[in-house]
């Protein structure tokens, strides 16, 4: 009896101990958000000179949560050009849409923005991501 009433007692500091040690990384499943806005400039066919700017209207955005890989998320933007990524943990992501390279390349290119996240409640504010079509 006495043998397992230690046990026990070491079961439960054991997890005491190790609860405080688990932590959530950025990412779904809080209360925060990320807000922003995409605007384009666009280029003539031959990509030498700017024909105009405005705001990307139902452009993809993309956001990866901390050391992830891979993108955790995506929504489009809305007629304004305005994006937000809801419902979300504190911590470090990264936000992105894909740029056409305008005169100089043709190959999509990441243009990215690092966020942190400091508390339960934020709202974050991205900026402006300046993509070329």
Do not use: H
Request: glycine share 10%; proline share 2%; aromatic share 10%.
């Amino acid at each position: 009896m006495r043998l397992l009433k230690t046990l026990l007692l070491s079961l439960f500091c054991i997890a005491l101990i190790s609860f405080p040690s688990c932590k959530k990384e950025a990412g779904e499943g809080g209360q925060a958000s990320v807000t922003g806005k995409v605007w384009i400039e666009r280029f003539n066919t031959t990509g030498t000179s700017s024909v105009g700017e405005y705001a990307a209207a139902y452009e993809d955005v993309y956001i990866i949560y901390g050391d992830d890989a891979t993108y955790g998320d995506r929504v489009e933007t809305n007629p304004d050009g305005i994006f937000e990524f809801k419902y979300l943990r504190p911590g470090k992501c990264r936000i992105y849409a894909y740029s056409e390279g305008g005169s100089i390349s043709t190959n999509r290119q990441a243009v990215i923005k690092d966020v942190e996240i400091s508390s339960k409640k934020q709202s974050v504010d991205a900026g402006t991501i300046e993509i070329v079509k």
